[in-house]
């Protein structure tokens, strides 16, 4: 087992564990980040993945992922819109994930992908993951601010009433 094998199965563990658990518990804004997060976590290890095993297809796999869960993040909270304007984000867990998303995924992307970026070294392999580390952070932000402007609109609507 190579260091770069360690480190995606410490972040299997130390991340996608509790994501899974939010995802499965809790109200749904809190489900929603869970999911958003488990993609993230999820992209990171097959970077960590292909680079230990050197198979560049996994990169692949993880360019989709970065592609496609923000993407679901922002359809699940189009189709739960009622659902997520009835209940307010009450619990301490789901407002201190709707805070720590962003700088999580700031701090936890580079973190990954600059070392990868610094094994491939110059060329393809390297744009590739620089691309997709900016549509990593780019895609929690969006769908991250999406759910928390549902949260600020509704705060703003009640004290207008």
């Known amino acids: 087992m190579n260091g770069w094998l360690l480190a995606a199965a410490l972040l299997l563990l130390v991340g996608f564990a509790p994501t899974v658990w939010g995802a499965a518990r809790g109200p749904v804004r809190r489900r929603i980040m869970a999911q958003n997060l488990a993609t993230l976590v999820g992209c990171l290890v097959m970077l ?75 060329g393809r392999a390297m744009v590739k993951l620089l691309v997709i580390g900016v549509l990593l952070v780019g895609g929690n932000v969006v769908s991250t601010r999406a759910l928390s402007a549902r949260h600020t609109g509704e705060k703003t609507g009640a004290a207008d009433g």
């Not at 739960?80 to 805070?99: K, M, N, V």
């Open 48 to 122: 960590l993945l292909a680079q230990g095993y050197a198979r560049p297809s996994y990169v692949d796999l993880g360019l989709v992922l970065a592609v496609l869960g923000p993407a679901g993040t922002l359809v699940y909270a189009r189709l739960l819109a009622d659902e997520l304007a009835e209940r307010p984000a009450r619990d301490r867990i789901a407002r201190a994930l709707d805070r720590a998303m962003t700088p999580l995924a700031a701090l936890s992307v580079p973190l990954v992908v600059l070392p990868l970026c610094v094994a491939a070294g110059p």
